[in-house]
């Protein structure tokens, strides 16, 4: 179940509470305890100083907290309700954490890491429709970018930016070019990936000065295998050394660092701008290995 909504829900029924209680409720509460106590002080005027409880002033005090205490039901709704607004706040608005379920993304994002995905720098949406409010930036070729799975709405995916709209990019004999441009590539030192216990060729990609370390391995056939039927399929054209397409407008071409061993757009299509949740920045934590906490490419 989607947890935007569930944790919306939370807000409104722990909000309703909480205003019902400073409405209602807690004048309700203060009524009784003064109540409570102008009847204790009635008592102990009646039966003097001499008969007057010693501890008075202890139990009138007692007797009013007991009055004004919430009941456990509003306890453990109104009193939530600040904590769960401002992570509901925070998680829509500002900045929500992801876990990378996935070696798609290696050598950038190893499967464990997490991460923190900025959620305003494409433009504030409401939570749950998703409805854009403000424009944001508009997102770069090389950006890391955590999305809705066009196919599977309530999954989320991370991949790179590799085609905006209206660019044809093209992964023919595993290399790739945008607009006719090759991606220039330079060959790094052999990455041992310790998910498949074995070392794979890594190269480092400079997507319009931005640069990024990818595996490719060139004994890996290049042609694409298993493409599914997808919204503008008709924008690519697949052959035995591989895809060209062109971005269809408010759409965009995603890839995994992690080229043979990832499915993306070359396999599912292109996703819109509608699916976007933020761009990913930061890796907070990674349980196996704290040395890869930091800022990424």
Same mark, same amino acid.
């Given at each position: 179940m989607n947890f935007a909504l569930i944790l919306f829900v939370l807000v409104v029924l722990t909000g309703v509470a909480w205003v019902a209680d400073k409405l209602v409720f807690?004048?309700?509460? !203060?009524?009784?305890? =003064?109540?409570?106590?102008? =009847?204790?002080?009635?008592q102990?005027? !009646?039966? /003097? &100083?001499?008969?007057a409880d010693e501890n008075a002033p202890a139990t009138r005090a007692r007797l009013r907290e007991e009055k004004l205490r919430q009941p456990w039901w509003l &306890?453990?709704?109104?009193?939530f309700f600040p904590v769960i607004l401002v992570v509901f706040v925070v998680r829509s608005f500002v900045i929500e954490p992801f876990k990378i379920p996935s070696g798609s993304m290696v050598p950038t994002l190893l499967v464990g890491d997490f991460i923190l995905v900025n959620k305003f720098d494409y433009g504030i949406r409401l939570p749950i429709v998703n409805t854009k409010l403000t424009q944001g930036r508009p997102l770069e070729r090389g950006d890391v970018v955590v999305f809705r799975y066009p196919k599977d709405e309530s999954v989320?995916?991370? @991949? !790179? +930016?590799i085609g905006l709209p209206g660019d044809v990019v093209a992964y023919e004999d595993k290399k790739l070019t945008i607009n006719g441009k090759l991606v220039p590539e330079t060959a790094l030192p052999d990455y041992f990936d310790e998910e498949r216990i074995g070392y794979a060729k890594q190269f480092e990609e400079d997507i319009n000065g931005r640069k990024n370390?990818? *595996?490719?391995n060139p004994a890996v056939p290049p042609f694409v295998m298993g493409a599914e039927d997808y919204p503008y399929r008709e924008n690519c054209q697949y052959n035995d050394r591989g895809v060209v397409c062109k971005v269809p407008a408010g759409h965009y071409f995603m890839m995994g660092d992690n080229r043979d061993n990832s499915a993306d757009s070359r396999?599912? /299509?292109? +996703?819109?701008? @509608?699916? *976007?949740v933020g761009r990913a920045f930061f890796i907070w934590m990674n349980f196996s290995n704290l040395k890869r906490i930091g800022s990424f490419n």
């Open positions: 807690m004048p309700q509460r !203060r009524r009784a305890a =003064e109540a409570a106590v102008a =009847e204790f002080d009635r102990q005027a !009646r039966v /003097g &100083e001499r008969f &306890e453990y709704s109104a009193s989320d995916y991370i @991949k !790179r +930016v370390a990818i *595996l490719n396999y599912w /299509g292109f +996703v819109p701008d @509608k699916n *976007l």
